[in-house]
């Protein structure tokens, strides 16, 4: 979504129409695919002070929206995930046995989900330059359903691909086959599964959902890849099931950042996408200990702690951060209780 700044007296051009259409679902995955980094240029000092009521309050909600949507930072765990799923693809296209895979493992807010998509978006539009114009459907995106069971897995890809509902007397093979059939149809060749610390090798149904996930694996000319929450410690690797997945998938671990010189270029480059007219700059580089003691050094806690920042600064008008705005800002409940007591005081 491209969001650009509105004319004094316009309208509300650059605003979003309507909320973001899941990921999960083949019209979602698409728009997230085409759509532009956020963009926001911010009116020069002059013509911003003489905005009127109206026009200042469509301006702020533009910028609102911008901050509002996540900025991702090529990271070198996003860039690792990226080369090593490029590697995978290359290596598997002309494979006739056991395709590798790659498993994503991390703590939460770590990047998992945000590294599986950009993997995933990268991939497609590598497709789409190379053949133009096509209807294929190189890259489908699911979860794996909680409490899960093989048709609730076969129809997670259903519902991606938008099939016909599924009548209740069609039974797994029906669907599963059906799935098949579209994918190898449409050129699926990565197939991305997040959330996969739901399948527990160590229960029934996470053997079930196991073997109907193997199934999909040998059926289709795809690459696997699987994010989820520390998956070493799920049951994913337990049993022969898991000896075998683990057999065929390279592990890459997501974790905090370390306060080192990667995190404070982390800080900067996120500094970089604010749009607030009174904000100093390198005030936030300023503050990489403090905001390292706020977060544990987790990428998601970081983002959303300065993209709320950002927005509480157009609400009440300051049009600044500051370590005093930050100390205001609630985030992650994990990120607050490992912080320490008097982090809030301690020197940028």
């Given at each position: 979504m491209v969001v650009n700044a509105v004319e004094p007296g316009g309208d509300e051009t650059g605003l979003p129409d309507d909320r973001t259409d899941p990921s999960t679902r083949l019209?979602?995955?698409r728009r997230f695919v085409e759509a532009d980094p956020a963009v926001f240029d911010l009116l020069p000092d002059p013509q911003w002070q003489a905005l009127t009521p109206q026009p200042r309050k469509t301006y702020d909600e533009a910028r609102i929206a911008y901050h509002s949507e996540l900025q991702v930072v090529r990271t070198s765990t996003v860039k690792e995930i990226a080369?090593?799923?490029r590697l995978l693809t290359l290596l598997n296209q002309r494979e006739h046995g056991a395709r590798r895979g790659m498993i994503v493992s991390g703590q939460w807010t770590t990047g998992k989900t945000?590294?599986?998509k950009q993997l995933g978006r990268t991939h497609e539009l590598r497709i789409q330059q190379r053949y133009p114009g096509s209807d294929r459907?190189?890259?489908?995106?699911?979860?794996?359903?909680?409490?899960?069971?093989?048709?609730?897995?076969?129809l997670e890809f259903a519902r991606f691909l938008g099939l016909p509902v599924i009548n209740p007397r069609h039974n797994t093979i029906d669907v599963t086959s059906a799935v098949c059939q579209v994918m190898i149809e449409a050129?699926?060749?990565?197939?991305?599964?997040d959330e996969i610390h739901l399948l527990n090798h160590a229960t029934t149904a996470g053997?079930?959902?196991?073997?109907?996930?193997?199934?999909?694996t040998e059926h289709l000319p795809a690459t696997f890849v699987y994010a989820g929450i520390n998956v070493e410690k799920s049951g994913l690797f337990t049993g022969i099931r898991g000896k075998q997945l683990g057999g065929r998938c390279i592990l890459v671990r997501t974790g905090a950042f370390p306060r080192n010189t990667e995190w404070k270029a982390?800080?900067?480059s996120l500094e970089s996408t604010l749009r607030l007219h009174r904000h100093t700059p390198d005030t936030l580089a300023g503050l990489s200990k403090y905001l390292h003691q706020r977060t544990g050094g987790m990428i998601g806690s970081l983002s959303h702690l300065i993209r709320a920042a950002a927005i509480s600064a157009i609400l009440d008008g300051s049009e600044r951060i500051t370590k005093a705005s930050l100390r205001n800002i609630r985030i992650d409940h994990n990120s607050e209780s490992d912080s320490p007591p008097d982090a809030g005081?301690?020197?940028g």
């Open positions: 019209e979602g995955w080369h090593q799923g945000t590294a599986l459907i190189p890259v489908v995106y699911i979860t794996a359903p909680p409490k899960g069971s093989p048709r609730k897995l076969a050129r699926t060749d990565l197939v991305l599964v053997e079930d959902l196991s073997d109907h996930l193997k199934y999909f982390l800080i900067a005081r301690e020197a």
